[in-house]
């Protein structure tokens, strides 16, 4: 073949590999998992390999050219429609009967094809020996071994595929049917030699018209002509029909499993007697009948728990360096709009979103372990019965799993599913999966409100609301919108293995990059607005006039000093005495540094009680003076303090952010929610990690200057929080509207407004009731 450029089309059963060879060809970071839907739309990524650039195309798994869900849609169109220049099948090895099916309806396509036998290592594992020359000659293609998660093989593989490319020979393969279906096929094939607009193998067409192939049949009957041609091959196959006693598509189907069968027979041959594998002895333990869902919960728990413990260390680094960023940025920068928006908008608002950076990695490695190990596939197998038990199809959660990491694939995820009813009643709950956006949210109001002896068990509790609520409303939509019966449950259990590094890496970056992404674009947008709208008016009307009444507390302060500790000792001002200056500073420094130092808030003051006794003793002419001066300087501060808090409360509640927060204040007050949180609600509907955001942008305007408290602390110290106002708020921040970019994949993927307004009307209602009942019952309870 005379050009540079070639398309390769990576086709194959799903956990063949295909994903794990793309990224070794291409260098790309798809993510590998262990179960169909992951590769959830085509990939493509390039290589230049001997002179020629390839664009390797990834498609979704798919057992067959006969394509039922529209997962397989895609795989299906992109081999048959676009007809890329070679199909590269990628075949296990240690499962390779069963993807031979494909492989022979590739070859009928009598397109050039080339095999790639991936994991061998795992096949000898097992005591398989594949004569792979042997087959090689048997199918007419090049095979070539590879151990794709080792990437063993992967050159090899493109040096075939270009020299197989060069070639560019239709591949010289028939199946043969037997007399009574090969008739028919002559027949059918002669019936559409007529048509001119024919791009098909003409062989290929007939058999997948008797095969009663939908898609197939619909584009043939709107060709001129294509009707009568249809006539005839329901004639055809109702000869067939009752020839056989049974349908044509099943016969055809029989009969390719039995020449796989013959070719698997000849070329694999086993050293040993199949025995139960490890993989066979693990899953009596981990999908036993009775003991499988609590180990799946207890993993879940222990995941979670881990995600909130170990993440506490590296969250409170960066929460540190966020704060000494804002500090030096408020020394460096002049007072103003400037200043105040670097620091209270951009530093409070992204910094507060990146300290949870760490839980995000440390979930997301959680999930790529389990998923990379195989366990998920199980998973999804021992909640089969809970989906089964609300109308679901078991393959239903599979997107529902990867719902734990975003939304937008696991609506894209549903794709896998045949049945349309299961489609759309799991685009509608999977939403209600806690996803990693949702993550910072509950870390940040579990550390505030909750001890680190139950953190673990609150988080774990709050995502086993969204499972439980999307089992209930799976039920209700399963009854009410879409009902009828529930399809079988099928599903390939890949063996277990040892995850590689290289896999779980690249995980944890790609889902860090898109977070930092995320924060540094939509995230930095909405800190800018949310500032915005907390700053501005800038003239707020007042109810008292508080530059006044900080003056009088100044001079409160000033009268009673005077008379009350500096008057007895003759002086105007504490310098006017250094030992008594002195004395004020040890008080002063005392104070400041236990309250720093010691965690144990009654040591700290059992410790300063001992201290002052002994300064009391040893300078006591002008220790009680020194001590009065301090408690007013304390008094003072806090009363300039209390007025500053209320100052900014004021602002914050008459700027456009406030009264929009009151706006809809009747509506969240009966949550337990203020107007602060109804505004960081509304604006995490553009994604759910903006609530945080939020919040650390209006706490970061609300504060005193002097007040270096980050988020976690201002909001403990707000009286309008509580325990149980975090957990209702963590609560609806799970149900409450999908984020937009989830809307907007609800809205491709139903083709239907209705569909994305239901969506986001049930789902915030629901948010809606479930926090009212959590806030009202709890507040009923006294907490």
Known sequence: MATEN??????????????????????????????????????????????????????????????????????????INDKPDI??????????????????????????????????????????????ALLSRKLGIAVVRTVGNRNRGTDDLLKTVVDAAAENERQPFTLYYGPEIEAKIE????????????????????????ENDRDVNRAIGLMPGGEEIIAKVENARADLKAVFADDPELVIAERRYQFVGEVYREVAVSRQELSRTASDKIDDILTHRVFGLPIFFGVMWLLFNVVFTVGAYPQGWIEDSVAWLGEMAGQYMAGGDLKSLAVDGIIGGV??????????????????LLEDTGYMARAAFVMDRVMRAVGLHGKSFIPLLVGFGCSVPAIMGTRTLENPRDRMVTILVAPLMSCSARLPVYTLLTAAFFSKEIAGTVLFSVYFVGIALAVGMAFVFRKLLFPGATE??????PPYHLPTLRSILTHMWERSVLYLKKAGTLIL????????ATNYPVDVKYSKDYEQAKAQVEEKFSVQAAAEALAPLKLEKPEDNAAFAALLGEITALHANHQAEDADKAAAEAAITAKLAQLEQTRSEIYPYALRYFELEQQKKGDTDKLNKEQAGEKLAGSYAGRLGKAIDPVIAPLGFDWKIGVGLISAMAAKEVLVSTLGTIYSVGEVEDDSSSLQEALAADPAFSPLVAYALMVFTLIYSPCLAAL??????????????????????????IALVIYQTGSMLGY
């Open 351 to 368: 910094g507060g979103v990146l300290v949870f950076l760490p839980n995000v990695i440390l979930l997301f490695l959680g999930i790529a």
């Open 6 to 79: 070639l398309t390769v089309a990576l086709a194959g059963n799903p956990n063949s590999g295909k994903t794990t060879i793309f990224n070794n060809i291409t260098g790309a970071r798809q993510h590998v998992g262990n179960y169909p839907g992951v590769t959830v739309e085509r990939r493509e990524g390039l290589r230049r390999f001997d002179g020629k650039d390839l664009l390797l195309v990834d498609l979704p798994g798919t057992y067959s050219l006969t394509a039922h869900s529209l997962d397989e849609l895609v795989a299906r169109n992109v081999i």
């Open 488 to 493: 079988a449950f099928m599903m390939e259990m």
């Open 87 to 132: 199909i590269v099948n990628i075949l296990d090895a240690s499962n390779m009967e069963r993807n031979l099916y494909l492989a022979v309806q590739l070859l009928e396509l009598e397109r050039p094809v080339v095999l790639a036998l991936n994991m061998t290592d795992v096949a000898e594992k097992m005591g398989l020996k594949i004569d792979d």
């Open 187 to 210: 027949a059918v094939a002669g019936a559409l030699a007529a048509l001119t607009e024919i791009k098909y193998p003409l062989r290929w067409l007939a058999i997948k018209l008797l």
């Open 744 to 769: 907007a994949v609800l809205r491709r993927e139903t083709n239907s407004w209705k569909w994305t307004a239901f969506s986001f009307t049930y789902s915030t209602a629901l948010a809606w009731v």
């Open 525 to 532: 947008a909405a800190s800018i607005l949310v500032w915005f």
